[in-house]
């Protein structure tokens, strides 16, 4: 029996947010998958229907912002027809006993990624890619200099219909809030913690660890090593700037997280040169996702500081990092009673096949 054969069946907790904690039970893996139809790619037969296709610009809201060629527009910005959070309110928010609300003022936008209808990410130039998050992020820092009460902006892409895409062509969206997201508070609170702890923030030291190619896993009652492990097996994809890295305890069977090698806290301050180096790391690990899944259904969201974040050394102990779940399974009755994610795959399993699928 090879070592991937063998059941691996454990609690893992996330480093940087300890309180997550992710049971990998790989047995599980056998359990039937829901089917899902990667959505279809290079699919023109809804052009004429479809708000985001070219020609179709009377169908969405008026550009916020867009980038353009000779050949017309590549990506626009736009309001989100239905958005879920609105302009301001007069008021504050409701009080009624334990049942409480805040101000449901924000905004939300979509970001059409590309022209091409149908076309994956991985399918789209290194260049057009850098261009898109470079889009974001302008968009991000007009959105924080325009209104000081925005604390955060998350920029988000559901693609296909497993991860709540509900329009195919090719699209992404951002959300800012006058409140940092919960998720984004725990990291970076967890990860400040750290830093007071340590000295260093906790990012860096994994993708340190990552490249040293060894940690040590130490039982917690009595302190003795329990055992070693290759830490480089985790690995997935690295370039001048940035690396891939399948998450030691990964909530998702193919998540993968991507984090330039220097420590920057803020996603705002990235160069051309990072977003050159980002869109090929992104793109060369969203094409061994999809030789390994074969038309992979995903999500993605950007972490960063937060506008505000509250403390000083934050800039320090957060490190901004583009998280993609790729949905192959579907949470259980077991997962939302728990709060545990369960993965079936084993993330040293996982990282291996990704690195071995063979890419342009
Ligand atoms: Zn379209
Ligand atoms: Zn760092
Ligand atoms: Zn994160």
Redesign the pocket.
């Given at each position: 029996m090879t070592q991937e054969d063998q059941p691996v069946r454990e609690i893992r907790i996330n480093p940087v947010v300890p309180g997550e904690s992710v049971l990998i039970a790989t047995a599980r893996g056998m359990r039937p998958k829901k089917a899902e139809d990667p959505p279809p790619r290079d699919d023109r037969s809804?052009?004429e229907t479809?708000p985001?296709?070219r020609g179709n610009e009377h169908m969405t809201p008026p550009d916020i912002s867009s980038h353009t060629d000779a050949d017309g527009w590549k990506i626009r910005i736009v309001e989100n027809l239905y958005p879920v959070l609105g302009d301001d309110r007069d008021g504050q928010g409701l009080s009624l006993g334990l049942q409480q609300t805040i101000d449901g003022y924000g905004r939300h936008e979509v970001i059409i990624d590309h022209d091409n209808?149908g076309i994956a990410l991985h399918d789209m130039s290194s260049s057009h890619i850098a261009l898109l998050f470079d889009a974001y992020r302008q968009r991000m820092q007009q959105l924080y200099e325009a209104d000081r009460r925005l604390r955060y902006v998350l920029v988000f892409k559901n693609y296909g219909p497993a991860a709540g895409g509900s329009i195919?062509?090719t699209h992404s969206q951002l959300i800012a809030t006058p409140v940092i997201p919960e998720h984004v508070h725990r990291e970076v609170q967890d990860s400040l913690a750290f830093y007071t702890r340590h000295g260093r923030c906790i990012f860096c030291a994994l993708i340190d660890e990552a490249l040293t190619f060894e940690a040590t896993i130490y039982d917690r009652a009595s302190g003795e090593v329990k055992r070693r492990i290759d830490v480089g097996q985790y690995v997935v994809e690295r370039g001048e700037r940035f690396i891939a890295i399948k998450p030691f305890a990964s909530r998702y069977e193919w998540e993968l997280h991507i984090l330039p090698l220097a420590h920057e806290a803020d996603f705002l301050n990235a160069t051309r040169e990072d977003m050159a180096d980002f869109a090929r790391v992104l793109r060369r690990t969203m094409a061994r996702l999809d030789a390994v899944l074969g038309g992979v259904q995903y999500n993605y969201f950007l972490h960063s500081l937060p506008h505000d974040p509250g403390c000083d050394r934050c800039g320090d102990s957060y490190h901004w990092h583009l998280e993609v779940c790729p949905r192959t399974s579907i949470p259980t009755g077991f997962e939302l009673g728990s709060g545990f994610f369960v993965n079936t795959v084993s993330p040293e399993d996982a990282a291996r096949r990704l690195r071995e699928a063979v890419i342009d």
């Amino acid at each position: 029996m090879t070592q991937e054969d063998q059941p691996v069946r454990e609690i893992r907790i996330n480093p940087v947010v300890p309180g997550e904690s992710v049971l990998i039970a790989t047995a599980r893996g056998m359990r039937p998958k829901k089917a899902e139809d990667p959505p279809p790619r290079d699919d023109r037969s809804c052009v004429e229907t479809c708000p985001f296709c070219r020609g179709n610009e009377h169908m969405t809201p008026p550009d916020i912002s867009s980038h353009t060629d000779a050949d017309g527009w590549k990506i626009r910005i736009v309001e989100n027809l239905y958005p879920v959070l609105g302009d301001d309110r007069d008021g504050q928010g409701l009080s009624l006993g334990l049942q409480q609300t805040i101000d449901g003022y924000g905004r939300h936008e979509v970001i059409i990624d590309h022209d091409n209808h149908g076309i994956a990410l991985h399918d789209m130039s290194s260049s057009h890619i850098a261009l898109l998050f470079d889009a974001y992020r302008q968009r991000m820092q007009q959105l924080y200099e325009a209104d000081r009460r925005l604390r955060y902006v998350l920029v988000f892409k559901n693609y296909g219909p497993a991860a709540g895409g509900s329009i195919p062509h090719t699209h992404s969206q951002l959300i800012a809030t006058p409140v940092i997201p919960e998720h984004v508070h725990r990291e970076v609170q967890d990860s400040l913690a750290f830093y007071t702890r340590h000295g260093r923030c906790i990012f860096c030291a994994l993708i340190d660890e990552a490249l040293t190619f060894e940690a040590t896993i130490y039982d917690r009652a009595s302190g003795e090593v329990k055992r070693r492990i290759d830490v480089g097996q985790y690995v997935v994809e690295r370039g001048e700037r940035f690396i891939a890295i399948k998450p030691f305890a990964s909530r998702y069977e193919w998540e993968l997280h991507i984090l330039p090698l220097a420590h920057e806290a803020d996603f705002l301050n990235a160069t051309r040169e990072d977003m050159a180096d980002f869109a090929r790391v992104l793109r060369r690990t969203m094409a061994r996702l999809d030789a390994v899944l074969g038309g992979v259904q995903y999500n993605y969201f950007l972490h960063s500081l937060p506008h505000d974040p509250g403390c000083d050394r934050c800039g320090d102990s957060y490190h901004w990092h583009l998280e993609v779940c790729p949905r192959t399974s579907i949470p259980t009755g077991f997962e939302l009673g728990s709060g545990f994610f369960v993965n079936t795959v084993s993330p040293e399993d996982a990282a291996r096949r990704l690195r071995e699928a063979v890419i342009d």
